[in-house]
């Protein structure tokens, strides 16, 4: 790839974040784009993450593989039914492929027990949310994503 000409700025280093450099990273790598991708968080490492760090990061899903039966009629419940309904049909389209481009990047998934019994299904990040940071970063460095 020629030397990068562009520069890409993510603000944040929670999982939102990481997924978003290493997107841009794999795409400019896809497409052959000259680009410089820097991912910024104001905390030190080893406390960036923002809320994920704490999170269990359970996801409205049935398997890795489909969303919950009730998906997208709980998110229009819980949002007092102003969720705008295109968005919620394509994070449900989209919400499988999305688990298996963290599965790709070495984030397992299991359902918790507790899911079993009460509520709708759903899974969860073996390790939770600081899971996903790790990997995230861990594909991300590898990606030549520079962190500061």
Not at 8 to 32: C, F, N, P, Y
Not at 54 to 71: G, L, Q
Not at 101 to 113: C, E, K, N, S
Request: glycine share 10%; net charge neutral.
């Amino acid at each position: 790839m020629p030397s990068a000409s562009s520069i890409v700025a993510v603000i944040g280093s929670g999982a939102a974040g990481l997924a978003t450099a290493l997107a841009a990273a794999e795409t400019a790598r896809e497409q052959e784009v000259a680009c410089r991708i820097i991912l910024i968080d104001r905390a030190p490492q080893g406390q960036h993450g923002g809320n994920t760090r704490w999170s269990p990061s359970y996801m409205r899903m049935a398997a890795p593989d489909r969303v919950a039966p009730s998906f997208e009629e709980d998110f229009y419940a819980a949002s007092g039914g102003r969720a705008d309904h295109d968005y919620v049909r394509r994070l449900a389209r989209e919400a499988p492929a999305t688990i298996a481009w963290l599965i790709g990047h070495g984030i397992a998934f299991d359902t918790p027990v507790y899911y079993l019994s009460a509520g709708p299904p759903r899974i969860q990040p073996v390790g939770g949310g600081i899971a996903i940071l790790r990997e995230l970063e861990r594909a991300a460095r590898q990606a030549g994503v520079v962190m500061s």
